[in-house]
């Protein structure tokens, strides 16, 4: 535990010196220069080299991970390089044949296509080749691949079916709080949109599913109907981002269709939005003002609009009334986290050196935790 806090510690300090933030390209990068620089130019402490793979610099969750995962490498000493996927599972996997090829200690990967226990498989194969261990993050892996390397695999990242309960209690309890505000049309039942972020994705799936069976469980319980999707003849009962990309400009184009023929004057105005992610309710809410809702200061009609993550955005805009809640998914924590094993792999110590075993799942798994945001805290 006490190498744990000392690199979180560190950690804060270092964020105000590194500026590793993420950005996006129009192609995929095969390594981010700047970052292995920095880290170099630290110094490191720790044998060897940490490859890290992200599915895409463009995600602004994963931003905040990469910025915060650079930091605590850098304050451990430890070199890194980055890798920029670009959201191409074969780029990807060019991309660890590469680290191996470069030497790479470790493996830190933000796999592309998490719904694929053959694309998390090929990459074990190709570690495990050359022993070198891998630590997959933030999109799901199986527990069958990720133990399938004798212990030289973990995945660190969360209760996703947590996420998709969280955020539906917190809709369900702000709906009884508010219904009649929010029942625009004076029908008795709440019309909302759903905004899948990927499919397959097992973190998509479980909100999809959950954020609305738990809102729909908190309403009956209290009286009231179950939650309505606006669009009867949608058998899915969601929207998703046909790029897989979670994006505010896919929420964005879809709102803005739906605007334009749900409306207040209509008598079919969507009265509420649930998103998989903040950048798809950040997109939604910009489509809501394009329309007149959602004003800064809570001024007129606002349709709530509930994300997860708690990015830097979604934070500002509930502060700002616009935005009614997230789940904080904890990108400092889960970079500590992936810090602490990585730097335990490459000095032989015990795999979980250091980890809080309130947050173990076996031998194979890291979960960090969740908690609420609403502007209250």
Known sequence: MKKFLSITLAAVLALSMAACGGSSSEEAAPADDAAAEASADEGAAVDGTVAVLYYTYSDTYISSVRTALDAAFDAAGIAYQDYDSNASQTTQTEQVSTAIAQGASVLVVNLVDSGSDDAAQNIIDLASAQNIPVIFFNRSVSEEVVTSYDGNSVFVGTDYELAGHMQGQLIGEYLVENYDTVDLNGDGTISYVMFKG????????????????????????????????????????????????????????????????????????????????????????????????????????????????????????????????????????????????????????????????????????????????????
């Not at 008598?267 to 003002?289: F, K, R, Y």
């Not at 998914?329 to 992936?338: E, H, L, P, S, V």
Request: no cysteine.
């Open 198 to 377: 990927q499919e397959g994705n097992a973190e998509a799936i479980a909100r999809t599913q959950f954020g609305v069976e738990d809102a729909n469980a908190v309403l009956t319980e209290a009286g009231y109907p179950e939650l309505s999707f606006y669009d009867a003849s949608n058998s899915n009962q969601y929207l998703v981002d046909q790029g897989g990309l979670w994006s505010s400009a896919a929420a964005n184009d879809y709102m803005q269709t739906i605007l334009s023929q749900y409306s207040e004057a209509n008598g079919n105005m969507v009265e509420l939005v649930i998103a998989n992610n903040d950048e798809m309710a950040i997109g939604a809410i910009t489509a809501l003002q394009n329309a007149g809702y959602n004003a800064e200061g809570g001024e007129g009609t606002v349709i709530p609009v509930f994300g997860v993550d708690a990015t830097d955005a979604a934070k500002a805009a509930i502060q700002a009334g616009t935005m009614t809640g997230t789940i904080k998914q904890d990108a400092d924590g889960m970079a500590d986290a992936i810090a602490v094993i990585s730097e335990n792999y490459m000095s032989g110590a015990d795999t979980f050196d250091g980890i809080d075993e309130a947050n173990l799942v076996g031998t194979w798994r890291v979960n960090i935790p969740y908690g609420t945001y609403t502007g209250e805290e």
